[in-house]
């Protein structure tokens, strides 16, 4: 009887042994082979400078260090969401001037030229409006957010980024790099999801996917602005106004970090159950940003790729928002009874049937949302620019419509943890090529959102602060 060892002997030894490993054994494994390299290095290469720390290394030693690195990544998205929050708001109401004029102008030339009032409305005050508030809504922020992250990127920041938050997505069983698509995600989660590409384990990289959407994206700043603005920043000096509104767009980013983080611990552990890949980071040298590369990237491929996959789909929205404002229903109109139909359900979530409903025609594109309560609440047949200061809509949500405290701060985790919208839904298809895991990604974000509100609701009703 032969003795010889069988490939499967060897290779349930292996799997026996490796339940015995610690888990950083990988980690260890690449540190020993670093330091060797390291050590044969300097006994075989000599150097004109013999510096013990570059400048390079120094600046590391701030930005990656376990006492600094976070607060110092902390400060720069701060900075970044400060300056879009105060230059984005300016930009918009000037492109939105301008498209609403072009509005005005093809809206009289059809009436001029005898078209029936429902195709004039049809196409001018839905279809275009549509497109109109997409892109007064959406352009400026992505023109502030995207070359402030790709100077970050070109910079060599970046990879930084990645080292400092690789211990945490390692504790949920992620990767390191989810880190990237993450911040990614801030300017616009399709775009977040396609950069998963760079995560090599399919397990990874589906965890990165589906929890991708939990951090906000440029569709969605618009509303967590307006309500930080209105509800929060009013009760401070005017000279804080932008600060204050800027740190607590901050303060629900890292709350969608934190449910990135449980979402990505859960999945590792139920449905995409697994243990984290080795992730060896070699840091590249900080470098010249490139100020041509710069505009190319965060304009053309970046910012243009967003914002026309999101006009796509928001003339349709646009088109299906006119139908119900203009449908009549007893005396009422289509989106307002939809409205009443929801409101039970939106008073359990503390927020209303308005709300509900603005997010369902919004599925297409995020940057509707506002315009589509303004335009129910206000009982126009068309989107309106609304009120034109932050007392007029305090005034209009609030003493018109009964809007509390609970109101805002359910919508901003609503607008948080919600569903993604439809380019997202599609990239996530197009990704993964399955409809399980589009499906998942929409009940997985949905129920989240459904749960926390209904919580923070029960909570706020049970001690009487509503």
Same mark, same amino acid.
């Given at each position: 009887?032969?003795?010889?060892?069988?490939?499967?002997?060897?290779?349930?030894?292996?799997?026996?042994?490796?339940?015995?490993?610690?888990?950083?054994?990988?980690?260890?494994?690449?540190?020993?082979?670093?330091?060797?390299?390291?050590?044969?290095?300097?006994?075989? @290469?000599?150097?004109?400078?013999?510096?013990?720390?570059?400048?390079?290394?120094?600046?590391?030693?701030?930005?990656? $260090?376990?006492?600094?690195?976070?607060?110092?990544?902390?400060?720069?998205?701060?900075?970044?969401?400060?300056?879009?929050?105060?230059?984005?708001?300016?930009? $918009?109401?000037?492109?939105?001037?301008?498209? /609403?004029?072009?509005?005005?102008?093809?809206?009289?030339?059809?009436?001029?030229?005898?078209?029936?009032?429902?195709?004039?409305? /049809? *196409?001018?005050?839905?279809?275009?409006?549509?497109?109109?508030?997409?892109?007064?809504?959406?352009?400026?922020?992505?023109?502030?957010? =995207?070359?402030?992250?790709?100077?970050?990127?070109?910079?060599?920041?970046?990879?930084?980024?990645?080292?400092?938050?690789?211990?945490?997505?390692?504790?949920?069983?992620?990767?390191?790099?989810?880190?990237?698509?993450?911040?990614?995600?801030?300017?616009?989660?399709?775009?977040?999801?396609?950069?998963?590409?760079?995560?090599?384990?399919? &397990?990874?990289?589906?965890?990165?996917?589906?929890?991708?959407?939990?951090?906000?994206?440029?569709?969605? /700043?618009?509303?967590?602005?307006?309500?930080?603005?209105?509800?929060? %920043?009013?009760? =401070?000096?005017?000279?804080?106004?932008?600060?204050? %509104?800027?740190?607590?767009?901050?303060?629900?980013?890292?709350?969608?970090?934190?449910?990135? /983080?449980?979402?990505?611990?859960?999945?590792? &552990?139920?449905?995409?159950?697994?243990?984290?890949?080795?992730?060896?980071?070699?840091?590249?040298?900080?470098?010249?940003?490139?100020?041509?590369?710069?505009?190319?990237?965060?304009? *053309?491929?970046?910012?243009?790729? @967003?914002?026309?996959?999101?006009?796509?789909?928001?003339?349709?929205?646009?088109?299906?928002?006119?139908?119900?404002?203009?449908?009549?229903?007893?005396?009422?109109?289509?989106?307002?009874?939809?409205?009443?139909?929801?409101?039970?359900?939106?008073?359990?979530?503390?927020?209303?049937?308005?709300?509900?409903?603005?997010?369902?025609?919004?599925?297409?594109?995020?940057?509707?949302?506002?315009?589509?309560?303004?335009?129910?609440?206000?009982?126009?047949?068309?989107?309106?620019?609304?009120?034109?200061?932050?007392?007029?809509?305090?005034?209009?949500?609030?003493?018109?419509?009964?809007?509390?405290?609970?109101?805002?701060?359910?919508?901003?985790?609503?607008?948080?943890?919600?569903?993604?919208?439809?380019?997202?839904?599609?990239?996530?298809?197009?990704?993964?090529?399955?409809?399980?895991?589009?499906?998942?990604?929409?009940?997985?974000?949905?129920?989240?959102? =459904?749960?926390?509100?209904?919580?923070?609701?029960?909570?706020? &009703?049970?001690?009487?602060?509503?």
């Amino acid at each position: 009887m032969s003795t010889e060892l069988q490939p499967k002997d060897v290779l349930a030894k292996a799997e026996a042994l490796r339940n015995s490993l610690s888990s950083g054994f990988r980690d260890e494994i690449v540190k020993s082979l670093y330091s060797e390299a390291e050590s044969i290095a300097k006994r075989a @290469v000599k150097t004109a400078d013999n510096k013990r720390y570059d400048f390079d290394q120094k600046i590391d030693r701030l930005v990656t $260090s376990p006492i600094t690195g976070l607060p110092i990544m902390l400060l720069l998205l701060t900075i970044i969401i400060w300056l879009t929050v105060t230059g984005a708001n300016v930009a $918009s109401n000037a492109i939105a001037v301008v498209l /609403f004029a072009v509005g005005d102008f093809g809206r009289n030339l059809f009436t001029q030229i005898g078209a029936p009032w429902w195709l004039t409305g /049809f *196409i001018w005050d839905g279809v275009y409006l549509g497109l109109a508030w997409v892109i007064s809504v959406m352009l400026p922020p992505m023109m502030i957010f =995207f070359p402030a992250f790709t100077f970050l990127e070109d910079l060599g920041y970046l990879p930084r980024v990645a080292f400092n938050l690789d211990w945490m997505f390692k504790k949920t069983g992620a990767h390191g790099k989810q880190s990237l698509t993450m911040a990614m995600g801030f300017g616009c989660n399709a775009a977040g999801v396609i950069a998963t590409r760079v995560i090599d384990s399919p &397990r990874e990289r589906l965890i990165a996917i589906l929890t991708n959407n939990f951090v906000p994206c440029n569709g969605r /700043f618009p509303t967590l602005i307006m309500l930080a603005t209105v509800f929060v %920043a009013a009760a =401070f000096p005017p000279a804080l106004t932008s600060f204050v %509104a800027a740190g607590t767009v901050v303060g629900v980013v890292l709350i969608g970090v934190g449910f990135t /983080f449980l979402a990505s611990w859960i999945l590792s &552990r139920t449905v995409l159950k697994g243990e984290a890949s080795a992730f060896t980071l070699e840091l590249p040298p900080y470098r010249r940003p490139n100020v041509s590369r710069i505009l190319y990237t965060s304009i *053309i491929d970046r910012t243009i790729f @967003v914002l026309w996959r999101a006009m796509q789909t928001a003339a349709p929205a646009g088109a299906i928002i006119w139908i119900m404002a203009n449908v009549p229903i007893g005396d009422t109109n289509l989106a307002r009874a939809v409205a009443d139909w929801l409101n039970p359900l939106g008073l359990l979530l503390g927020l209303d049937g308005v709300i509900l409903l603005a997010y369902i025609i919004a599925i297409p594109a995020n940057e509707i949302v506002v315009p589509t309560m303004m335009m129910v609440y206000m009982g126009a047949g068309m989107m309106v620019n609304g009120p034109s200061s932050n007392e007029a809509i305090f005034d209009l949500l609030v003493n018109g419509n009964g809007w509390t405290m609970l109101t805002a701060i359910n919508l901003m985790l609503f607008a948080l943890l919600h569903n993604p919208c439809a380019t997202t839904i599609m990239t996530i298809y197009k990704e993964t090529k399955s409809l399980k895991w589009a499906t998942l990604s929409v009940v997985m974000t949905l129920g989240t959102a =459904f749960l926390v509100t209904f919580l923070t609701a029960s909570v706020a &009703r049970l001690l009487g602060w509503v």
